[in-house]
């Protein structure tokens, strides 16, 4: 649920497969290679690395110790990268049985199973029954671009529920404009890192009254 043209990591039993490889930019894991989808697989896309970049740039303030929800987490780059750099916990949300078996395999390498969890669920489905059991301060939302996920996530999340004090947001979505409010969410900004790939980031505000 990632797009095409990115680094892809692809380990089988013989090792590496050649070609594009992505790996962990930072903390931790540093430099490791994820286990990723095969070339050729366009169901199944990490986040480019610059982008990927970018975005823990501007979470590091934020990204020790706290609880992070990956949303349509692919094969869970941006979870693991998250763990690498401090977060407490991460919850992986996918449901694609290529993308679980990714996930799992990238938790069991790292050994990370303490910190995380893998959710075999369909992202909107999860939201709308988790609630308040959780408080996260980070999410981050990669649906297929265009596909409307993105937007429907925002309005379950946006009653902050499953949210903790301003939190953090982020929608990785094509070049369209996305959402300037949805509920208590607020757009602080979005930065274009491609011809197609957005990234916008809400905070979470204060309940009024």
């Known amino acids: 649920m990632k797009r095409a043209g990115v680094r892809l990591a692809c380990r089988r039993r013989g090792g590496i497969r050649r070609g594009r490889v992505v790996r962990v930019i ?16 366009k169901t199944i896309r990490p986040t480019h690395d610059r982008t990927r970049e970018n975005v823990f740039n501007i979470l590091a303030p934020v990204i020790e110790d706290a609880q992070v929800l990956d949303l349509f987490a692919g094969c869970g780059s941006i979870g693991i990268e998250a763990l690498s750099r401090g977060a407490r916990r991460v ?8 993308g679980l078996k990714l996930i799992r395999r990238n938790v069991e390498r790292f050994g990370v199973g303490a910190r995380c969890s893998v959710v075999s669920a369909d992202a909107g489905a999860y939201l709308k029954r988790l609630g ?25 999340l946006g009653s902050g529920a ?13 070049s369209a404009p ?11 900004e979005a930065r274009k890192y491609s011809r197609r790939t957005t990234i916008s980031i809400w905070r979470l505000e204060k309940e009024e009254g």
């Open 162 to 174: 499953a949210l903790g004090a301003g939190a953090v947001v982020i929608g990785e979505h094509d």
């Open 132 to 156: 308040e059991s959780e408080k996260f301060d980070i999410v981050y939302i990669d649906p297929p671009y265009g596909s409307g996920l993105l937007e429907a996530a925002l309005e379950i």
């Open 91 to 98: 919850v992986f949300v996918e449901n694609s049985p290529e």
């Open 26 to 41: 930072g903390g931790a894991f540093r430099r490791s290679a994820i286990y990723g989808p095969g070339e050729g697989d």
């Open 178 to 188: 996305g959402y300037e409010t949805a509920g208590r969410l607020r757009l602080k």
